[in-house]
């Protein structure tokens, strides 16, 4: 078997590795050629044209950058990514499995990213070939580690046939391996992320009011800490969340559920804390000589 990536950033690239290093050939592809200088400097196989990685697997990982833009999730790069895919296996017999792991809002691999496969492919999704959503859970700065050694593998499946294909990819990852919908799959990442966020804020609000009380923060987040149903990510407050994921994420997240005439009230308010914490610390930097 042999996978082919689609977009190699941090999330692209610990795919393809991670895959490699588990005994799977992988060819990655991006449009930055600089990228692929990096990766294939490691000894492994790179291209520039999504054509010749299609025909050269026969399952794609799409991993591409999914932005916000206004506070609202900017899917120009999936688009253009999955066209360029459907373009490509027009010309396949071969069953071929696309498998999204880029983060993207619940209903979008069924009723965006399909229609444009099927659209450019010529093709229908199920009878000619596959899709799953397979969110990944990888922090920024052990990503290769994180996709070796997963928490869980989360398989949001089209059908029954698309989610075998990708679970025998799994087969040697030691980690609970869960079946879902594509849309229920798409909603654990966005759940996963927001939660994570809100904890962050959650005790930003925390160090703020024991500032205040003249407390030490730090004792008070560390011994609510050692209850194992919270844990210590994000405890340590008085700095805002940054990083490639949360802040878009949660962002692009409260945009998708007001949208739906909803009113996010937890999620918004750890957007707001964290905003503010940020201004403050843009503030404090400007001020410092």
């Not at 396949?92 to 399909?114: C, G, Q």
């Not at 005790?203 to 210590?232: Q, Y």
Request: aromatic residues 8%.
């Amino acid at each position: 078997m042999k996978v082919s990536v689609i977009g190699c950033g941090v999330v692209g690239k610990a795919t393809g590795q991670g895959l490699r290093k588990s005994g799977i050939q992988s060819i990655f592809c991006d449009i930055d050629p600089t990228k692929l200088e990096g990766i294939k400097a490691e000894g492994c196989e790179t291209t520039q044209n999504i054509e010749e990685a299609i025909k050269a697997s026969e399952i794609s990982f799409i991993c591409v950058q999914t932005p916000t833009f206004k506070g609202r999730i900017d899917l120009s790069y999936v688009r253009k990514a999955v066209e360029q895919v459907g373009k490509a296996f027009r010309e396949k017999d071969d069953y071929h499995l696309i498998a999204v792991r880029s983060t993207v809002p619940p209903t979008t691999t069924r009723k965006k990213i399909i229609p444009i496969l099927e659209r450019y492919s010529r093709l229908r999704a199920s009878k000619d070939f596959g899709v799953c959503y397979n969110p990944e859970f990888m922090r920024e700065a052990t990503a290769l580690e994180d996709f070796l050694n997963p928490w869980r593998i989360v398989i949001g499946q089209l059908d029954q046939r698309s989610g075998d294909e990708l679970e025998r990819l799994y087969s040697t990852f030691n980690a609970p391996k869960i079946r879902a919908s594509l849309e229920e799959a798409e909603m654990i990442k966005y759940a996963s992320n927001t939660f994570l966020a809100t904890k962050i804020s959650f005790f930003n609000e925390i160090h703020a009011i024991c500032k205040k009380l003249k407390l030490d923060p730090n004792l008070i987040a560390e011994v609510t800490a050692l209850d194992p149903r919270i844990g210590k990510y994000g405890i340590y407050g008085g700095r805002p969340f940054r990083g490639r994921c949360l802040p878009k994420d949660l962002e692009a997240f409260v945009s998708f559920v007001k949208d739906m005439k909803l009113n996010p009230k937890i999620l918004d308010s750890a957007l707001s804390i964290n905003r503010r914490l940020c201004r403050e610390e843009e503030i404090k930097n400007r001020k410092s000589p």
